[in-house]
T-cell receptor
Framework: AQRVTQPEKLLSVFKGAPVELKCNYS??????LFWYVQYSRQRLQLLLR??SRESIKGFTADLNKGETSFHLKKPFAQEEDSAMYYC?????????????FGKGTKLSVKP | DVKVTQSSRYLVKRTGEKVFLECVQD?????MFWYRQDPGLGLRLIYF???????EKGDIPEGYSVSREKKERFSLILESASTNQTSMYLC??????????FGSGTRLTVV
């Protein structure tokens, strides 16, 4: 079964501390992985996707196929990073291309 | 920038009413989606459409229907609103092999 698991509902860190939001997935094939972010009272927006291998707002995520994980990391958290983060996957072609979301992790960065 | 516009930001409806949620995208995308977003449950796919007059059920279609008469517009219909349909509803459109663009959401309260 296709599934995305984000084990933490809430993650609270202090400003300047490293942050890691965990994401594990289950998929029979080679999915594409995404991280989406939703800031307070804003729309859900794409943060990064694994195939682009880029760093956005200091965040990076590496796809580990052996551990079926796609954890989101940032070495030094900022208060403006406080938001809801969703990990998502999609396959390729037809309905396989639909996004499947995890339940989300709320990141709170304290001053 | 792709724009996905949801006609209402907040709606309050009575139990048993027929409710229409409208979504319009301006980039000629073929694929459109309706999700509901609930705390602790993440985003769950209600319906999606790959083309005009085409629709497919998502994971939680019960109590909902959709209409896609024009490529740019995808409507979600609650045939007889119930209190358990109180939620945030998100519309999205997609370019093939790219991420989704989301609307700002409609927060529906059924009383």
């Amino acid at each position: 079964a296709q599934r995305v698991t984000q084990p933490e509902k809430l993650l609270s860190v202090f400003k300047g501390a490293p942050v890691e939001l965990k994401c594990n997935y289950s998929y029979s094939g080679s999915p594409e992985l995404f991280w989406y972010v939703q800031y307070s009272r804003q729309r859900l927006q794409l943060l990064l996707r694994h195939i682009s291998r880029e760093s956005i707002k200091g965040f990076t995520a590496d796809l580990n196929k052996g551990e079926t994980s796609f954890h989101l990391k940032k070495p030094f958290a900022q208060e403006e990073d406080s938001a809801m983060y969703y990990c998502a996957l999609s396959g390729y072609g037809g309905s396989q291309g639909n996004l499947i979301f995890g339940k989300g992790t709320k990141l709170s960065v304290k001053p | 920038d792709v724009k996905v516009t949801q006609s209402s930001r907040y709606l309050v409806k009575r139990t048993g009413e027929k409710v229409f949620l409208e979504c319009v995208q301006d980039m000629d995308h073929e694929n459109m989606f309706w999700y509901r977003q609930d705390p602790g449950l993440g985003l769950r796919l209600i319906y999606f459409s790959y083309d005009v007059k085409m629709k497919e059920k998502g994971d939680i279609p019960e109590g909902y229907s959709v209409s896609r008469e024009k490529k740019e517009r995808f409507s979600l219909i609650l045939e007889s609103a119930s209190t358990n349909q109180t939620s945030m509803y998100l519309c999205a459109s997609r370019v093939i092999n790219y991420g989704y663009t989301f609307g700002s959401g409609t927060r529906l309260t059924v009383v």
